[in-house]
């Protein structure tokens, strides 16, 4: 599984939702917040202000949507954590999952096929918890191709850390890490710097 949201949907109220990690209670958010893999954090939890985790890092990230308090951000949990969420009482909300493959398990869950796999979907009620774990069967990341068969360097020969690891080369390409900010204008279908 890539990330879990619970978000309030289309309920214009605030939600409440305690948040426990390890059976400590960690905070209260407020529209909702994302637990995710590394594999997840570049989807959601990214787009709501959360980090960038290498694949290769073992942990869980939480990202809170909209939360009420500006003290709360974003956190890397390590992948032995026990992440429960639950709804306050007058509220409900959606909890939202994306994975590789639907999830038979888990009763009144709606399933929806969407680009990256299945989307599952699920209303929580006052009350009601859900916990998330790192699976002790993890699903092994295959690369597209080795570092070594990286180029030797940038165009002056210095070696770079993108190019021993495709991961960053592709954060760098995708996000535009380091480059600079230039105006540019596209007129008729042709970029204009």
Known sequence: MNEVALHRGGS???TRIDSFVDDTHLTEAADGLIVSTPT?????????????????????VMTPICPRSLSFRP??????????LMVRFRNSVIATWWSSLPLRSIKRREHMRSFGGWQSVMNLFPG??????ISRYPIPCISRSSPASAPD???DGIPSNADQDNWV??????????????????????EIA
């Open 169 to 190: 080369r592709d954060i760098n390409n995708l996000l535009l890490f380091n480059a600079s900010f230039k105006s540019s204008a596209i007129v008729f279908g042709k």
């Open 153 to 155: 360097g940038d165009e």
């Open 75 to 84: 956190l890397v949990l390590p992948a032995s954590s026990e992440i429960r």
């Open 12 to 14: 214009p109220h605030l």
């Open 40 to 60: 997840g954090s570049t989807a959601y939890s990214l787009s709501s202000g959360g980090p960038i985790v290498h694949p290769s890092v073992e942990a869980l």
């Open 128 to 133: 009601e918890s859900v916990r998330i774990s």
